[in-house]
């Protein structure tokens, strides 16, 4: 079976500081593995995958195999990246499964 | 640049009712998705379509069906409205290339069940 989980609901911290977002995923097999973003009153959009290794908008996540994790991390939290962030593990079946969210507010 | 449709922004629907939230995606992507969101419950998954005519139960998937007759239209069916189906519905398409595999979302619709 497939499960994500995000163990905060809410997270909170101040511009500048670092923030990291936690994911878990339960998965058999290699997963491909995402993060969606979804600010106020926009569409959910992805913000970063795993396979491609990049940094978005300050952003990075490693994949942890051995931990089974995909740990969201940003080293100066800015006021523009509260929003709402979902991690995403697709399978073998081509199921796309979402965990249940953290809402990150960036205080001024 | 519009990928993906969704039919209603609002909908407002009395118990009982058949209703019909229809979802189009203009990327010819095979795979199309429809997600609830719920606050404190994220994103469930109550169908997919990994083609035309053909479709697989995701997690939450009583009360509702879908039809995909064609492959650019996913349309989901609740049955007979209750009204712990009042939520956001989401439809989403994937691409399923490798390195091409970001799922893009509609703008969601809030179904309100009285």
């Known amino acids: 079976a497939q499960r994500v989980t995000q163990p905060e609901k809410l997270l909170s911290v101040f511009k500048g500081a670092p923030v990291e977002l936690k994911c878990n995923y339960s998965?058999?097999?290699?997963?491909?593995l995402f993060w969606y973003v979804q600010y106020s009153r926009q569409r959910l959009q992805l913000l970063l995958r795993?396979?491609s290794r990049e940094s978005i908008k300050g952003f990075t996540a490693d994949l942890n195999k051995g931990e089974t994790s995909f740990h969201l991390k940003k080293p100066f939290a800015q006021e523009e990246d509260s929003a709402m962030y979902y991690c995403?593990?697709?399978?073998?079946?081509?199921?796309?499964?979402f965990g249940k969210g953290t809402k990150l507010t960036v205080n001024p | 640049d519009v990928k993906v449709t969704q039919s209603s922004r609002y909908l407002v629907k009395r118990t009982g009712e058949k209703v019909f939230l229809e979802c189009v995606q203009d990327?010819?992507?095979?795979?199309m998705f429809w997600y609830r969101q719920d606050p404190g419950l994220g994103l469930r998954l109550i169908y997919f379509?990994?083609?035309?005519?053909?479709?697989e139960k995701g997690d939450i998937p009583e009360g509702y069906s879908v039809s995909r007759e064609k492959k650019e239209r996913f349309s989901l069916i609740l049955e007979s409205a209750s009204t712990n189906q009042t939520s956001m519905y989401l439809c989403?398409?994937?691409?399923?290339?490798?390195?091409?595999?970001?799922?893009?979302f509609g703008q969601g619709t809030r179904l309100t069940v009285v």
């Open positions: 995403a593990l697709q399978g073998g079946s081509e199921k796309l499964v």
């Open positions: 998965y058999s097999g290699s997963p491909e």
């Open positions: 795993h396979i």
């Open positions: 990327m010819d992507h095979e795979n």
């Open positions: 379509s990994y083609d035309v005519k053909m479709k």
């Open positions: 989403a398409s994937p691409g399923k290339r490798v390195g091409n595999t970001e799922a893009f």
